[in-house]
């Protein structure tokens, strides 16, 4: 592995999504009303359902038919036909455009090829990898990917710190990355990912399984809390994830898994996994147990200080991909504030803001679990499928509340910081901070600001943040974070029906 490093800004243009748009399909019901839009197979991803809002609907819609001349009628249908058909691809383009990123690579071989990988098929997978990915409905990388993945399946193998954005697809490119390197006629772990949280670990989990769906001879094990195993046994499966205490136990204590042939270690959120007491002190001690020449790959959405230290200490001679502050919070992800005086002020906004715009999924976040339970009672009440989620719930609770939320049983999920990161759930298309992100001195937290807005906005889709700024103190602080990440969050004024639909256009 190189030593020297060497800086490269690369313009990150994600057009997948955006030439997928012109052949976008619209189906509409007998009422002329929005259903959905079908997506050709070759999109990479299928957007969302799109309804038209009350407001934006055709007048015909809500006009009675007067009679009269038959001509006449049809030019206004067609005419009516017209305006609803680009109204919609208005809303489809709203809500697939892709984003344009700065992302400086730097990079500590300068000797190594300058990739612009432009499809998977030239990142040379196996067959069954390449079908992996199609099948999980990706046409092409995203920018951490294509910068990502030749770094990651590189020969001899080197290690790799990376950041990029909520949502950009790092989970998938570290699994493509373990996927590659497994020996599938090696019934022996080859891989570890450490997950921060159980919730991360069964997600990143359920896209290996996918994305290894054509590779029936790779097996995973989740090394998590619950999941007993039997005393001397020894885990046959080529690939574990798991939490830092569980796998090192795992490891060290309990030997289910044999360090000795693991080639590929992922740190998966290390900015997530440092904050966690512990954690940091246990991924060190695994990472220490691995055998020399294991590739380390470090992934962060953030990367403060604290984890630039830690992440030098675990991945050595690393490959370096980093973002620029002021690229940290995404373009497509709009961000805006509402002035109130009190909860039952920022309630009202929120009702105003559920009465005047189409909202697919929203995630709302609380400080503290007594606010958290009223919000969630008072929307229940107002008859939203409300679902709740808080620190005091038993994991797999928690773990089973998400998976409701990820498939549409519930609309808006109301919990405190549990949540804030990681979690994926593509039609979440608002967040909500009902109260601000702070840490425990009351100062802003600028990284759970981050990864909680980071929960709209998944890979290229358009989202929308609002933030509920209730006092001096409040404003305060949301005048720190937009310092922070010298971003501009408009104001909104949730009296205004009018302008609250203004928001996404
Ligand atoms: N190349 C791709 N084409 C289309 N969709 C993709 C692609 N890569 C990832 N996705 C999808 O984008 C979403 C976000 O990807 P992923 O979870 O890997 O991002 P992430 O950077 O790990 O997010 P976070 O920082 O929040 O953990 C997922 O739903 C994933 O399936």
């Known amino acids: 592995m190189a030593t020297d490093s060497w800086a490269l800004a690369v313009d990150l243009q994600e057009s997948s999504a955006a030439e997928s748009l012109s052949s976008l399909s619209l189906k509409e019901d007998r009422n002329g009303e929005a259903k959905e839009a079908a997506v050709p197979s ?3 991803q299928a957007p969302a359902p799109v309804k038209l809002d009350k407001t934006d609907k055709p007048e015909k819609l809500d006009k009675p038919d007067k009679g009269g001349d038959a001509v006449d009628k049809q030019e206004d249908d067609d005419k009516e036909d017209k305006a609803a058909q680009s109204l919609l691809n208005k809303l489809i383009r709203n809500n697939l455009v892709q984003s344009t990123h700065q992302v400086e690579v730097l990079q500590r071989d300068p000797n190594s090829p300058l990739y612009s990988v432009k499809s998977f098929e030239e990142l040379h997978l196996k067959p069954e990898l390449l079908q992996g990915v199609y099948g999980m409905g990706f046409n092409r990388p995203s920018k ?16 790799l710190i990376a950041q990029s954005q909520s949502g950009t697809g790092k989970t998938a490119a570290f699994v493509l990355a373990m996927l590659s390197r497994v020996d599938p006629s090696q019934k022996h772990p080859q891989c570890l990912c450490l997950s921060p949280t159980y919730e991360l670990a069964l997600q990143t989990g359920q896209v290996i399984e996918l994305m290894g769906k054509q590779s029936p001879d790779i097996k995973l094990a989740y090394a998590v809390r619950g999941n007993r195993l039997e005393k001397g046994q020894r885990i046959s499966e080529q690939i574990v994830i798991g939490t830092p205490g569980t796998v090192m136990d795992w490891c060290t204590k309990l030997r289910f898994i044999d360090t000795k042939n693991i080639k590929v270690f992922v740190l998966d959120e290390a900015d997530v996994m440092i904050a966690t007491q512990g954690h940091q002190d246990q991924s060190i001690r695994i990472q220490r147990s691995l055998p020399p020449g294991c590739q380390m790959l470090l992934f962060s ?11 030098q200490k675990v991945v050595p001679e690393h490959n370096l991909i980093k973002l620029k502050r002021e690229e940290e919070t995404l ?12 909860k039952e002020e920022k309630y009202q906004a929120l009702c105003n803001i559920y009465g005047a715009i ?3 999924q929203a995630m709302i976040f609380c400080h503290t679990r007594k606010t958290a339970g009223w919000l969630a009672a008072e929307l229940s009440k107002e008859g939203h499928q409300v679902a709740l989620l808080s620190g005091e719930m038993m994991v797999e609770q928690r773990a089973a509340v998400i998976q409701r939320f990820r498939e549409g049983k519930e609309k808006v999920l109301v919990t405190t ?27 802003p937290d600028c990284e759970t600001y981050l990864h909680r807005i980071g929960r709209t906005g998944r890979f290229g889709k358009r989202g929308l943040a609002i933030n509920m700024v209730e006092s001096k103190h409040s404003m305060n602080i949301l005048n720190r974070i ?6 501009k969050v408009e104001k909104l004024d949730t009296d205004d029906l009018d302008e609250i639909e203004k928001i996404t256009n």
């Not at 951490?144 to 290690?159: F, R, S, V």
């Not at 959405?301 to 992440?311: D, G, I, L, Q, R």
């Not at 937009?482 to 971003?487: E, I, R, S, T, V």
Request: glycine share 2%; charged share 20%; hydrophobic share 40%.
């Open 144 to 159: 951490i990917q294509e910068t990502a993945l030749p770094m990651m399946l590189a020969e001899p193998p080197q290690n």
């Open 417 to 443: 910081n549990v949540c804030a990161r990681g979690i994926d759930v593509e039609q979440v298309s608002v967040v909500i901070n009902f109260d601000l992100p702070v840490d425990k001195d009351g100062n």
């Open 482 to 487: 937009q310092d922070h990440f010298n971003k």
């Open 42 to 44: 070759e999109t990479p």
């Open 358 to 360: 189409t909202i697919a």
């Open 301 to 311: 959405a953030t990367f403060e200080e604290s984890v630039w230290k830690f992440a």
């Open 331 to 342: 373009d497509t992800i709009k961000q805006y504030y509402v002035l109130c005086n009190n």
